[in-house]
């Protein structure tokens, strides 16, 4: 099993809602990534987990707040987000940071209105 | 600072052809090369993955070759179908402590015609 699985695959908020992403992974990787990635963009890291600690933060705003709640879950809530965090959400999982290969979900598509 | 680039940035080919896709990076000093497929508002669908210590890697159709000391990296796909139709996205990541960071490049948009 080589999946990550996201939820929603489809959110729409306003910018006072509050509002969280899920992505699950079962293949014991103890790394944990979360991208963003505006159209026709490549993806841009957002965060990394490793065994279960936040271990970087790549200047994100406040507004978004990742948790990574065991090894197998990762969320990021969402909060007062703006029309421009409108993009593909994207979380990822590796067997140990930087090791060898990254697996993809399918992504949350958010649009903030 | 790593800059990953890809050429084309679209191509349109009749099925059957075989064609290449090249990427290209600025800093030598990679952990790893990996190459992903992206469909139309979906995921990244890892294809491939070249350790730095390796010249390349093959999975069925696909074949992918690292060349670190220029910078370089193609991706050859044989006997093309209309079902390879995606955007295609190499991503370095860095040797030494930032190596969880992939950097992406731009992709190239692949249409394959029947």
């Known amino acids: 099993d080589t999946e990550v699985t996201q939820t929603p695959k489809h959110l729409v908020m306003g910018m006072t809602n509050k509002k969280s992403l899920k992505c699950e992974q079962h293949m014991g990787h103890r790394a944990m990534y979360w991208y963003k990635q505006k159209a026709k963009k490549p993806p841009e890291l957002m965060f990394v987990y490793s065994y279960e600690k936040l271990s970087i933060n790549e200047s994100v705003p406040s507004r978004f707040s990742p948790e990574c709640p065991n090894s197998s879950l990762l969320n990021l809530h969402l909060h007062a987000l703006q029309p421009e965090d409108s993009a593909l959400y994207l979380c990822a999982s590796s067997l140990q940071p930087g090791a060898a290969e990254a697996f993809f979900g399918q992504g949350t598509r958010l649009t903030v209105v | 600072k790593q800059e990953v680039t890809q050429i084309p940035a679209a191509l349109s080919v009749p099925e059957g052809e075989n064609l290449v896709l090249n990427c290209s990076f600025t800093?030598?000093?990679?952990?790893?090369l990996q190459w992903f497929r992206q469909d139309p508002g979906k995921g990244l669908t890892s294809l491939l993955l070249?350790?730095?210590?390796?010249r390349e890697q093959t999975s069925g159709r696909l074949n992918a070759s690292l060349d670190k000391s220029s910078g370089r990296s193609t991706l050859y796909i044989a006997a093309s179908q209309p079902g390879d139709s995606a955007t295609y996205l190499c991503a370095v990541s860095r040797s030494g402590g930032s190596n969880y960071k992939l950097t992406f490049g731009k992709g190239t948009l692949l249409t394959v015609n029947p």
């Open positions: 800093d030598s000093a990679i952990y790893n």
């Open positions: 070249i350790q730095s210590s390796q």
